[in-house]
């Protein structure tokens, strides 16, 4: 657990191109993960909210 806490850490300093690209580089379809871990789908935001 505190190995995670410090990768969390550690990221919240990276800039957002590098987050981004962390993300492709495992999930490059951006698919919601958290179905996988029994979480509902979520949604996209309505345009103009």
């Known amino acids: ?3 995670a806490i410090v990768r969390e850490k550690r990221l919240k300093d990276w800039r957002r191109a590098w987050k981004i690209d962390l993300i492709e580089a495992r999930n ?4 919601d993960l958290g179905i996988g871990l029994g ?11």
Not at 39 to 49: D, I, K, M, N, S
Request: no cysteine.
């Open 1 to 3: 657990m505190e190995a």
């Open 28 to 31: 490059e379809n951006w698919d």
């Open 39 to 49: 979480l509902p789908r979520l949604t996209e935001p309505a345009l103009g909210v």
